[in-house]
């Protein structure tokens, strides 16, 4: 009997475009993944997300975005659209995926500077819709874990309401989290040989708040490495965490799963 499973971030825009997405969400459904909570990056994707999940509302959720990637000057006034979501039908269920991104920034300092402010300023207003709308949040640091902590520190934000996804920092930065009262969620990176760290962090955090996502369609867990990730993978990610914590696949599937329920409230 498949596992029951909840991918908790996943990219299917490019499923949806290309039309193949009945059959990605019939291999998710016969794999025993129960909900996928798709993650928006910009403006373009909002109604398609906001779409796709009217047509497969027993399956899909989806979140709000504007990634720190892809924020510019030309769309930061897109962000003025984006509690309008919460107002109409196949509302999300957070607001993400948001944060700071500092791992390919220009070498020119003044350009680099320029593009952290924006990402700073798209973070706060960001975080400041989530606490009005009482909504989660998920962040994205990538290389920017202190950064995004203090961003979030300095709003006020309620550390509860934030997963900080595909979480790339080392156990004592997740400690740090987890004492704040966020969480991180896991992907199949810890499937890859050389994600020691990943693990070490993974293994500090208490079972009680923790997720597990695809981020499809990247990071495909080992076997299905090289190919273009879907969320049935995801039961190799939990078989994987399952043998690091020493217990059932089951036992991960189930508390994972409740977690994401009560998080995203779903």
Same mark, same amino acid.
């Given at each position: 009997m498949p596992l029951k499973l909840i991918d908790t971030h996943a990219h299917l825009d490019a499923y949806i475009r290309d039309s193949s997405i009945g059959a990605v969400i019939d291999r998710a459904l016969e794999s025993g993944v129960e909900r996928i909570i798709c993650c928006s990056t910009n403006p373009g994707e909002w109604g398609l997300y906001a779409e796709a999940v009217g047509r497969y509302p027993d399956l899909l959720s989806w979140q %709000?975005? !504007?990634?720190?990637? @892809?924020? *510019? @000057?030309?769309?930061?006034?897109? !962000? #003025?659209? !984006?509690?309008s979501y919460f107002a109409g039908d196949a509302t999300p269920v957070a607001i993400g995926e948001i944060g700071m991104d500092f791992h390919r920034l220009p070498a020119d300092n003044a350009e680099r500077e320029k593009i952290k402010e924006i990402q700073r300023a798209?973070?706060?207003?960001? !975080? #400041?819709?989530?606490? @009005? &709308? #009482? /909504?989660? %949040?998920? %962040?994205?640091?990538? #290389?920017?874990?202190?950064?995004? /902590?203090d961003i979030m520190k300095g709003a006020g934000f309620n550390f509860s309401k934030a997963v900080f996804h595909c979480f790339g920092g080392s156990a004592d930065e997740l400690r740090e989290l987890n004492g704040l009262g966020g969480r991180a969620s896991f992907t199949g990176i810890i499937t890859y040989a050389g994600a020691h760290e990943m693990r070490e962090a993974m293994l500090a955090q208490p079972m009680e708040m923790l997720m597990f996502e695809t981020d499809c369609p990247y990071l495909a867990p080992v076997p299905c490495r090289g190919s273009r990730c879907e969320p049935y993978m995801l039961m190799h990610t939990i078989r994987a965490a399952a043998k &690091?914590?020493? /217990? *059932?696949?089951?036992y991960v599937a189930d508390i994972s799963s409740r977690n994401a329920k009560a998080f995203f409230g779903l």
């Open positions: %709000v975005g !504007l990634h720190p990637s @892809d924020i *510019s @000057d030309s769309n930061m006034s897109f !962000l #003025d659209a !984006l509690p798209a973070f706060r207003r960001q !975080l #400041d819709f989530a606490r @009005d &709308l #009482d /909504v989660p %949040v998920c %962040v994205h640091a990538r #290389d920017a874990f202190r950064e995004c /902590v &690091l914590f020493e /217990v *059932s696949e089951e």
